[in-house]
Structures are given as structure tokens and as C-alpha cells.
């Protein structure tokens, strides 16, 4: 059974800095053969795509609202997915998901207020 759980979140002031984690465990494949991703879903709004790895080469695609700001990567030996997040604002409060081969975890809140 496959097992994602997410940390890292928390409140910060806007401006600020944290990173997301995702462990996966259950896998049927190696890590690396999974591409990733991390989605956020706000309070009273759908839930959208932030970022996402690819399998393989480890290519990364970026949503335009957090182009610039965050970076998401993988350690292919921990099976742990990250996003790090700087410059936060507070649109980017939410709960952020991580996602894997039609997998979700619990979700880490991120709270961005002064």
C-alpha cells in the first residue's frame, strides 16, 4: 500500500522561506521511475497543480503563480519529494498536497500571514 506523508509546513510572515516534504513509502518501482507532484488547494477554491517532477530525468515544471519563487526536487535514496518555498506570499496559504502515481497524502498547511 502506498503511503505519502507530507511535513513541513507551518506560518511564516510573508517573505519568508520553508520546505515541504514528502515521503513516500509502498512503492512498487524504484523512486525515480515516479515523477512527483505538489498541488494546493485554499480555502473555498479547487485545488491546483504548483509544481511536478518528471520520472526519469527529474525535469521540473512550474505553475506561473510560483515561477521564480519555489524549487521542487527529490532524493531518489530517502523517496522524499520537496518543495522549497521562498519569498512566500499570503495567496500562497493552503494546504499542500503531495501527489504520486494517483496517490495523495494528508497535506501540510502553510499559513503566510504578518
Known amino acids: 500500500q502506498v503511503q505519502l506523508v507530507e511535513s513541513g509546513g507551518g506560518l511564516v510572515q510573508p517573505g519568508e522561506s520553508l520546505r515541504l516534504s514528502c515521503v513516500a513509502s509502498?512503492?512498487?518501482?524504484?523512486?525515480?521511475?515516479?515523477?512527483a507532484s505538489w498541488y494546493r488547494q485554499a480555502p473555498g477554491k479547487e485545488r491546483d497543480l504548483v509544481a511536478s517532477?518528471?520520472?526519469?530525468?527529474?525535469?521540473?515544471n512550474y505553475a506561473e503563480f510560483v515561477k521564480g519563487r519555489f524549487t521542487i526536487s527529490r532524493d531518489i535514496v530517502k523517496n522524499t519529494v520537496y518543495l522549497q518555498m521562498n519569498r512566500l506570499k499570503p495567496e500562497d496559504t493552503a494546504v499542500y498536497y503531495c501527489?504520486?502515481?494517483?496517490?495523495w497524502g494528508q497535506g501540510t498547511r502553510v499559513t503566510v500571514s504578518s
Open positions: 509502498g512503492l512498487y518501482l524504484d523512486f525515480h521511475l515516479y515523477g
Open positions: 501527489h504520486i502515481s494517483g496517490n
Open positions: 517532477i518528471s520520472s526519469y530525468s527529474g525535469d521540473a
